[in-house]
């Protein structure tokens, strides 16, 4: 059995900062690859940023490209999401994702950005 569960979504203004966490029930949790997807109103689910296993290796979509970082603590079995000079096209519910390799597998209920303008 997986469980996600993210937190630290909230209201910010335009140029705000927010850190995502996601808190994961999984007992091999080093070994699966996590990440952070995210879905706007009227739009489908994007990927946001990835990060592989040991945290050596990770990728972001160019929108949010030297704005966010996604990180990992094995240790504490959490992967974060900090968001930086946040805009309004940031708002959206932000989903935590883990899988093996490039596959995700499980995901997390979501939780609300809104970033305001």
């Known amino acids: 059995q997986v469980q996600l569960v993210e937190s630290g979504g909230g209201l910010v203004q335009a140029g705000g900062s927010l850190r995502l966490s996601c808190a994961a029930s999984?007992?091999?949790?080093?070994?699966?690859?996590m990440g952070w997807f995210r879905q706007a109103p009227g739009k489908e689910r994007e990927f946001v940023a990835g990060?592989?296993?040991?945290?050596?290796?990770?990728s972001y979509a160019e929108s949010v490209k030297g704005r966010f970082t996604i990180s990992r603590d094995n240790a504490k079995k959490t992967v974060y999401l900090q968001m930086n000079s946040l805009k309004p096209e940031d708002t959206a519910v932000y989903y935590c994702?883990?899988?093996?390799?490039?596959?995700?597998?499980?995901w997390g209920q979501g939780t609300q950005v809104t970033v305001s303008s």
């Open positions: 990060i592989n296993w040991s945290g050596g290796s990770t």
């Open positions: 999984i007992r091999t949790f080093s070994l699966y690859g």
């Open positions: 994702a883990a899988g093996r390799g490039e596959t995700y597998t499980y």
